[in-house]
């Protein structure tokens, strides 16, 4: 979790002054908030394609900050109790993001809730991106990297650039497998609008993802619901509830979420390739390289 | 426009350190370091891996005694960050040859092994590389020219 000085504020706002004036316009991200410019321009409400990104540090993306107004990376700080399977689950989960473990930083802020304060080197945690399995809808969509929404005739494929995940929600009339024969790491998903909301629900997901990267679990039976709406020419809203009676004492609404839209020229190669990035957790970087070279003796695994 | 971008890259990747270092690297390793006790080294380059989740730069570090000390540092920006900022795989090696000699500023790892988190990087000619040029958390970074045209005190 970010935390943000008033001193470090002013260096970040002052970033931001010089690098949204325009001066970043090509092939930086400069999508602190809502563009003035834009405030009139016209756009359908029905139209949700095209890359978002809840990042708002202009060039600064990818284990960087959110925009201010656009929510973390958790799910909610309010967590409904849990059942004793989710406490257990809840417990078997070491995340490595958020305050540190026992630290005094943790014991600080009792206002967050205890999955945000008890964080550990991710050489003795258990997250499972850390050994590149797929993140799952929840967590891939609160992660601040860009997301691209393909609309096709049938479905919207989600494409999420950290991970480069793809999702795939039908809309093609059908319903949701009530009792799913095996789990999917992404889940099994139908969108349709409600009014100006375009409604996505999910169930089947893997258990072995986290709704979000303070390892609060779920269970292959949770309902994951998302509402969409575009509330402005470059503003996309979601709000999201999961239903999971095994793991959960009630339902669990999400914060809400914002995204910013960025056009493909907005991210591009040096040698001006434009669009998503391809940012691959791919295990002969990330396992066989990384983790074992730096991530671990970090943590004190020596290989 | 390129040097403004470099520059705003900079100053973003300063601020991001400044503000995100104890708790949100890429791969949450940032739990990993102790930001409150940044170290500097001098070192010469050994290896420079440029890839996902975050590029790594290995360097011998020889003390007084002679004594090499083989370690590892990562990168807080990852390749899709540095991309932006203009630091591309062959721009990053070439800045970053074997046998360079540099001078190191790192977020030493709390287990006490020879890995770090880069917070400061600087090449033999004292210039900034890769636009880390964060100094320590907090620290406000100086307003100046691009990265790679930076002439920077050596941080003591």
């Avoid at chain 1, 070491?94 to 943790?106: F, V």
């Avoid at chain 1, 998302?226 to 020419?233: D, L, Q, T, V, W």
């Avoid at chain 2, 973003?12 to 500097?40: F, M």
Wanted: charged share 20%; net charge neutral; glycine share 12%.
């Amino acid at each position: 979790m970010m935390r943000i000085t008033l001193a470090n504020f002013n260096v970040l706002l002052g970033a931001f002054l010089l690098c949204s004036s325009g001066a970043f316009a090509q092939g930086g991200r400069g999508i602190l908030a809502a563009d003035p410019k834009n405030a009139d321009r016209p756009y359908d409400k029905h139209d949700i394609s095209g890359i978002w990104s809840r990042n708002g540090t202009p060039g600064g993306y990818g284990g960087g900050g959110t925009c201010r107004d656009c929510g973390d990376r958790g799910y909610a700080n309010a967590v409904p109790a849990f059942t004793p399977l989710g406490q257990k689950m809840f417990d078997a989960n070491k995340p490595s993001y958020g305050r540190n473990l026992g630290s005094a930083d943790a014991a600080a802020h009792t206002e967050e809730a205890i999955g945000r304060r008890r964080a550990v080197p991710p050489a003795s945690g258990s997250d499972p991106y850390q050994t590149c399995n797929p993140m799952g809808p929840s967590r891939a969509l609160i992660y601040p990297d860009p997301l691209e929404m393909n609309v096709l005739s049938d479905k919207i494929l989600q494409q999420f650039e950290w991970g480069n995940g793809v999702r795939t929600i039908w809309t093609d009339g059908r319903e949701l497998p009530k009792d799913p024969d095996i789990a999917r790491w992404w889940g099994y998903s139908v969108g349709k609008w409600d009014g100006d909301t375009f409604v996505v629900t999910t169930t089947g997901v893997d258990e072995r993802t986290w709704v979000d990267h303070y390892g609060y679990p779920h269970s292959a039976d949770m309902l994951l619901e998302e509402r969409y709406r575009r509330i402005s020419y470059d503003v996309l809203e979601l709000n999201m509830t999961i239903t999971d009676p095994k793991v959960y004492t009630a339902p669990w609404k999400s914060e809400t979420k914002k995204f910013r839209k960025l056009s493909k020229e907005g991210i591009k190669t040096v040698d001006g390739w434009a669009g998503l990035m391809e940012d691959i957790c791919a295990p002969a970087d990330d396992v066989e390289f990384f983790n074992k070279r730096i991530r671990d003796p970090a943590g004190g695994v020596v290989h | 426009m390129k040097n403004i971008r470099e520059s705003c890259f900079a100053l973003l990747v300063v601020g991001v350190i400044a503000t995100a270092v104890p708790a949100s690297a890429h791969h949450g390793t940032g739990v990993s370091y102790d930001a409150s006790h940044p170290i500097t080294m001098k070192g010469v380059v050994t290896e420079f891996h440029y890839a996902n989740p975050h590029p790594q730069l290995y360097f011998d570090v020889t003390d007084e005694k002679g004594n090499v000390v083989h370690w590892g540092g990562e990168f807080y920006p990852n390749p899709a960050q540095l991309i932006q900022g203009g630091w591309g795989k062959r721009r990053s090696e070439a800045a970053l040859p074997v046998g360079m000699h540099i001078t190191i500023t790192v977020s030493p790892s709390r287990a006490g092994t020879p890995v770090g988190a880069i917070l400061k990087l600087l090449n033999d000619q004292g210039e900034v590389v890769m636009g880390v040029a964060g100094g320590v958390p907090g620290q406000a970074p100086p307003p100046g020219p691009p990265a790679g045209e930076q002439k920077q005190p050596e941080q003591k």
